[in-house]
């Protein structure tokens, strides 16, 4: 499996892919009004977990913490996803959510 791209490995190996990404994705896009950063966030593990995309999982699940989600909300995102989206990907999201720092 490759290992997850930086945003610096990502602007040194597809320029033009890093600037659309940051202009269009986290410019535009993530700072629309309509939905706060936080319910972005959780539409986006969300996401991610549903289609199998493990390999952004880890960057998200940090962002969205950042972006005002807790420890225990992502657990419980992740176990609800389990009934919809199977176990499989449920368990392998949890391997990407670190511990909460005690």
């Known amino acids: 499996m490759p290992h997850s791209l930086t945003r610096d490995d990502l602007a040194e190996i597809a320029p033009h892919f890093a600037a659309i990404t940051n202009e269009t994705l986290f410019g535009a896009i993530w700072q629309r009004s309509e939905l706060s950063r936080r319910d972005r966030s959780l539409i986006t593990v969300a996401a991610l977990i549903a289609a199998g995309r493990h390999q952004q999982l880890p960057w998200h699940l940090n962002f969205a913490q950042e972006n005002g989600l807790t420890h225990a ?21 949890l391997g ?3 511990f909460p720092e005690e």
């Not at 419980?76 to 176990?87: D, K, P, Q, R, S």
Request: some cysteine; hydrophobic content about 50%.
């Open 73 to 93: 909300e992502l657990t419980e995102v992740i176990t609800h996803l389990a009934f919809y989206c199977g176990w499989p990907a449920a368990v392998t999201a």
């Open 96 to 98: 990407h959510l670190h």
